[in-house]
């Protein structure tokens, strides 16, 4: 069973700070992890590895430093490792980004494509559904587990806000994994000190399956018109109150501010 | 020396840290307040190869470096030091002395185990009255033909009572004196040997303090680690070592209470400020900030020097006393920082000073260590 896991790097940051002029993140300064959504589809991958022997390579696009995520992934147990780097992939939407990936995933042999579920920069969580459309696969996303069932097929399970599903896929598909669904195991100390001496593929646009005008700021539909950060919200109260007390709280708090 | 990581560095620190905040912090408190030994904590760091980071992989080790292995005692020191030292005396105590004394039966015998995580390792020299004067030793080892008998007593050895394997001094000819001393491979299951109070303590509460007994205890003839007679030189040898390791565990404690002392200040407001902005907290941090930085270079120099075959008995010296003095010194201020609530179990770091402390007496005391350093100075 070959598994391919995408992977991408992404800044460690939950208060996002944006360029006023350019309307793009800032990135400098700000350390770069592997995403949390793509860390747990690797654990899901590597799980699949420990209990049915599965071959698992982790594949980014990216510029030459997401190597670091690479190597990550190969001391957390992965097999075999490809960078995606390329100019001609720069300035890509998700389009563009879903299409190169597809056209180098075209190229490999696989049973199974598992991606996380969204990205913390990017966050559209486009990515891997377009990547499926891209391939013909069918798709789950939100996945929070799957297993292999005795005839082959993948029972998985599904989550969102709403409900939980569990549904059966059979053949190959794209799986959008959350990173709530499982620990992330840590790389192993032995893992760590082979990680650089093992290899990483470099792999440029002529090395896979797309037409160039297809790739990178050429080939991405999204124009960002306008990004700006959103104002704090005042933080809340909390007040510890019966029934009754609550609504005349309540009632007093609106008239305050003169929304009543 | 390169003061930089290097790339494999780098993702070992990445996971240390993320190991150390995740699995390690959050029982911390716990750990001392029950004076608990973290068996988990031990299991998890077994099943990544943290047991044994400086073992060549053909023992079972992860085939890693010194650097590494001070860099993982830092870290887990920073946010508990019971289990900085548990990793300390394991590797250092006990691995060490058995990767550069033991035969190559003995290293086939006794490394692979303990790099694994399945034993944990632990060192007696210690005893009731052989303190600082280690070459005091009353334990006697007497050849009985095809064993070896040890009668006497360990006092304050850490890890005893889990752990699996000893390396333990013994007099082995009290006419010779020094030249007397024989040091032993022990394992928990030789008859006659067993382990006695427990001690209840100021700090690192969580690691087993614990006397060894030797009652007509039986040890195989092959269990004598290295040459007989030179039992002092490789407890000595061992303890240069071993001062690294303890050197990051202070480091770490500062670190640590450094740490928590900028988050706190940052937030604690007082005369409408917050206590970060007063030029005494300031300047105070800046001087500890320093001081931290300096113990830093002090072991991560003495670990190179290891890694690289140099004589570093000095310099490991200078590591620990340094980085000792400094733990004490930062986590001080980290309580008078955080005012009566630093004074509070609500904070930890009440629990750091008290942790602190002991890098200042273990693998020799701080005036052991002047000891040392002077007298490489004025030979
Ligand atoms: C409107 C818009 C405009 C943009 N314009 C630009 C631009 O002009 N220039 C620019 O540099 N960037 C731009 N980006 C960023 C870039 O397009 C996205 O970061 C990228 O396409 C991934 O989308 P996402 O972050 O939303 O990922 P999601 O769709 O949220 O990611 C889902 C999953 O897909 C996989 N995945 C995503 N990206 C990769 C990757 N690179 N390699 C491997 N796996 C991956 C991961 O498994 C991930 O968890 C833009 C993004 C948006 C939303
Ligand atoms: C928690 C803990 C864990 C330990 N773990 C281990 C272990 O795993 N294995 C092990 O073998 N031992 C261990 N020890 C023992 C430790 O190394 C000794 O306690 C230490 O070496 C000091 O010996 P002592 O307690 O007998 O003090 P003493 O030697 O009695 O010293 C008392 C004081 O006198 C000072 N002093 C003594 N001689 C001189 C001198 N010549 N000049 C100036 N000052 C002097 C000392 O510095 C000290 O301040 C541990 C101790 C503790 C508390």
Redesign the interface.
């Given at each position: 069973m070959n598994i391919i896991v995408c992977i991408k790097q992404v800044p460690d940051t939950t208060e996002i700070k944006i360029d006023p002029v350019k309307g793009t993140l800032i990135r400098e300064g700000v350390p770069s992890i592997m995403n949390p959504d793509d860390k747990g589809g690797l654990e899901l991958a590597l799980r699949m590895k420990d209990m049915y022997g599965a071959n698992v390579t982790v594949i980014t696009m990216g510029p030459p430093q997401a190597d670091l995520i690479l190597?990550?992934a190969l001391?957390m147990g992965a097999d075999r490792a490809i960078l995606l780097t390329d100019r001609k992939f720069a300035g890509a939407d998700t389009l563009a980004t879903s299409y190169a990936l597809a056209g180098a995933i075209k190229t490999m042999d696989y049973d199974l494509i598992i991606a996380g579920r969204q990205a913390i920069d990017g966050d559209t969580a486009q990515v891997g559904p377009e990547m499926a459309e891209h391939l013909g696969l069918p798709q789950v996303s939100y996945v929070v587990d799957a297993q292999l069932t005795d005839h082959h097929s993948l029972m998985v399970k599904k989550e969102d806000e709403e409900c939980v599903q569990t549904l059966e896929v059979e053949g190959k598909c794209v799986l959008t994994v959350l990173a709530s669904a499982y620990q992330a195991r840590?790389?192993?100390?032995?893992g760590?000190?082979e990680?650089?001496s093992r290899e990483v593929e470099i792999w440029t646009a002529d090395k896979i399956e797309v037409e160039e005008e297809k790739l990178g700021l050429k080939g991405s539909p999204t124009k960002v018109f306008r990004s700006y950060p959103k104002a704090l919200k005042t933080p809340g109260e909390l007040h510890e109150v019966s029934e009754e007390e609550a609504v005349e709280l309540i009632v007093s708090k609106l008239k305050e501010k003169h929304i009543i | 020396m390169d003061f930089s990581y290097s790339?494999?560095e780098e993702?070992?620190l990445?996971?240390i840290r993320?190991?150390a905040e995740n699995e390690v912090k959050p029982l911390a408190a716990e750990v001392d307040e029950q004076e608990r030994f973290p068996m988990e904590t031990v299991k998890k760091m077994a099943?990544?190869?943290?047991m044994?980071?400086p073992v060549p992989?053909e023992y079972g080790g992860?085939?890693?470096n010194n650097q590494?292995y001070i860099m993982a005692v830092e870290e887990l020191s920073r946010v508990c030091a019971t289990t900085g030292v548990i990793l300390s005396a394991h590797t250092s105590l006990c691995m060490a002395p058995i990767m550069e004394n033991g035969t190559e039966e003995q290293k086939q015998k006794y490394l692979p185990k303990l790099a694994s995580g399945e034993w944990i390792g632990a060192f007696g020299l210690t005893e009731p009255n052989a303190g600082t004067d280690a070459a005091m030793q009353q334990t006697m080892a007497v050849d009985a033909g095809d064993h070896w008998i040890l009668n006497g007593s360990k006092i304050f050895i850490t890890n005893a009572a889990y752990a699996d394997v000893f390396i333990v001094m013994a007099m082995t000819d009290k006419s010779k004196g020094v030249k007397g001393i024989s040091a032993f491979i022990v394992e928990k299951g030789f008859p006659g040997f067993s382990i006695g109070k427990k001690e209840a303590k100021m700090g690192i509460r969580g690691s087993a303090t614990c006397e060894l007994i030797f009652e007509n205890c039986i040890v195989p003839k092959e269990n004598l680690l290295g040459v007989m007679g030179k039992g002092f030189n490789i407890a000595m040898k061992t303890l240069d070592g071993g001062r690294i390791g303890i050197a990051s565990q202070a480091l770490g404690i500062a670190q640590g209470a450094m740490d928590e002392t900028v988050k706190y200040t940052k937030e604690r407001k007082q005369f409408g400020h917050s206590i970060a902005s007063f030029q005494n907290t300031q300047f105070q941090l800046a001087d500890l900030e320093t001081k931290i930085n300096a113990a830093r270079f002090l072991v991560r120099n003495a670990a190179w020097k290891k890694d690289n075959q140099l004589p570093y008995t000095k310099d490991a010296a200078m590591a620990k006393l340094f980085a000792a003095e400094t733990a004490m010194e930062m986590t001080t201020k980290a309580v008078q920082f955080h005012g009566g609530y630093g004074y509070t179990r609500e904070y930890p770091v009440e629990r750091m000073m008290r942790d602190a402390k002991i890098t200042e007496i273990y693998e020799g005391t701080s005036e052991v260590q002047r000891m040392v350093i002077a007298g490489h100075l004025l030979k």
């Open positions: 190597r990550e001391a840590y790389m192993s100390v032995s760590i000190m990680a650089y | 790339k494999t993702l070992f990445q996971m993320s190991f099943k990544l190869g943290l044994g980071i992989k992860a085939g890693g590494m």
